[in-house]
């Protein structure tokens, strides 16, 4: 009976250790989702398709927003204030930023980790031009933060922004990508395109400890498919 | 019925200019000054950005259409001598440029001449792309360590010592008595 308790209890101790240090050893969370191609890998970044002359895939906007009944000329320039992507579960608000004195984009602080910014230099989704958000991938406060799952999302994934003036634009998903912050694609984001498109990013990659940051970014492309009114 | 035909002439314009649609800034600055005038598509542009220029040469003092113009590239770190191309309209030239990476933000009154004498200009809003990647997050996913394991791996240890030293007060006790 004794030997029985002894041998119990030191199971106990050793399971337990086995369990902390199992524990200490392993990531809570595992490291955000990356796009299937590291395009940071290349001097210089891949232009993704259709980033400038998106003729042919204005045309199947076209079909697509004829199927759905939305509206397909461009918005009338209104400040975003949400944004939805239900194929990757996100629903959040967003707020307009500008840059820092430094030159760097401004991003909402890491104390309101689901909160996403619109670069409001650029402009407002659903114009002509590339409009651009921003959002955190992870933060210690919460752990994956709103923009985490963001390099699970694939060409043809819709993403929609609700605008102040309560109307709705639609895009979509055309290409996904991982550039190290060292080649960040400045202008593939930001640079004019005259039919209006949408870019996501977020931080991605290896994270560099020394640093405290990640060492790349989960870009996502995507084109303007048309507008619907609010509902109701 | 009168009323009704104007009305409806009326709608019809409204239509028009609204269906008129995005580069809606082109056309509609055109149509408004019947004379030299230079617009700038986008405006503000960015450094890296391909920028559309169209100046409509038609004067009263003119001695007549322009056959050819060209814009002065210099202030916006281009050639001197930028020549632009027909558009089919008389009077309207055009010419598509990538602006400089290096070309500082700021504003600009970028100008161009016509062959008949005339020459317009306009302010040109350069805005600074932003260069360094953002910040967005803090390594949590990346390097939090499992604390939840640990902690109930450590409990475990506890709640085992605990009970050993209770059973070795009980053994010790026991054998006394």
Redesign the interface.
């Known amino acids: 009976m ?1 030997r029985l ?2 041998a119990l ?2 199971a ?2 050793v ?18 989702p990356a796009p299937p191609r590291w395009a940071g890998l290349t001097r210089n970044p891949p232009r993704p398709a259709g980033w ?1 002359a998106n003729r042919p895939a204005d045309r199947v906007n076209r079909a697509d927003a004829a199927r759905h009944g939305y509206q397909v ?2 918005m009338t320039a209104s400040t975003p204030v949400s944004i939805s992507i239900p194929s990757i579960n996100i629903r959040a608000r967003v707020i307009a930023l500008g ?1 820092t004195r ?6 909402p602080p ?1 104390t309101k980790p689901f909160l996403t910014s619109w ?1 409001d ?1 650029g402009p407002t989704p659903g114009a ?2 590339a409009a651009v958000l ?7 406060a ?4 709103v ?2 799952n963001l390099g699970e999302l694939r060409p043809g994934d819709l993403i929609y922004i609700t605008l102040r003036d309560k109307r709705t634009g639609v895009f979509r998903v055309y290409s996904a990508a991982l ?1 190290q ?1 060292s080649t ?1 694609p ?2 593939a984001i ?3 395109t ?1 039919w209006p498109s949408l870019r996501l ?3 991605g990659g ?2 560099d ?1 020394a640093s ?3 060492l790349g ?1 989960t870009v996502v492309f995507a084109q303007y498919v048309g507008q619907r009114a609010p509902a109701g | 019925m009168r009323v009704v035909t104007y009305a409806a002439a009326t709608a019809g314009l409204i239509v028009a200019v609204l269906a008129s ?3 809606a800034a082109l056309g509609d600055q055109r149509a408004s000054l019947g004379e030299q005038a230079m617009s700038i598509f ?1 405006n503000p ?2 450094p ?4 559309t220029f169209q100046i409509n040469c038609a004067s009263q003092s003119a001695p007549g259409p322009a056959t050819s113009a060209t814009l002065s590239g210099t202030e916006l770190g281009l050639a001197d001598q930028i020549p632009m191309q027909p558009t089919g309209q008389t009077d309207v030239f055009t010419t598509t440029v990538v602006l400089p ?1 290096s070309l500082a933000p700021g504003t600009y009154n970028p100008e161009a001449d016509c062959s008949n004498g005339t020459s317009a200009s306009t302010t040109l809003q350069v ?35 605990v ?2 030293g209770v ?1 070795l007060r009980r ?1 010790r006790s026991g054998s006394r008595t």
């Open positions: 004794n308790i002894n209890i030191v106990a101790m399971a337990g250790l086995g369990l902390a240090y199992a524990g200490s050893h392993t990531l809570r969370w595992s490291p955000p400038e000329t461009p840059v430094g030159g760097a984009v401004e991003v890491l670069y230099k002509p031009g921003f959002g955190h991938v992870d933060s210690a919460v752990g994956p933060a923009f985490y550039y912050k960040f400045a202008e930001y640079g004019y005259s990013v977020t931080c290896a994270f400890t405290g940051h990640y970014n | 649609g995005a580069p986008p542009s960015a890296g950005t391909s920028t990476t805005n600074a792309v932003p260069s360094p990647a953002p910040p967005t997050g803090d390594g949590t996913t990346s390097t939090a360590t499992n604390g939840v394991l640990t902690d109930a791996g450590l409990g475990l240890v506890g709640v085992a010592a009970l050993g059973v053994r």
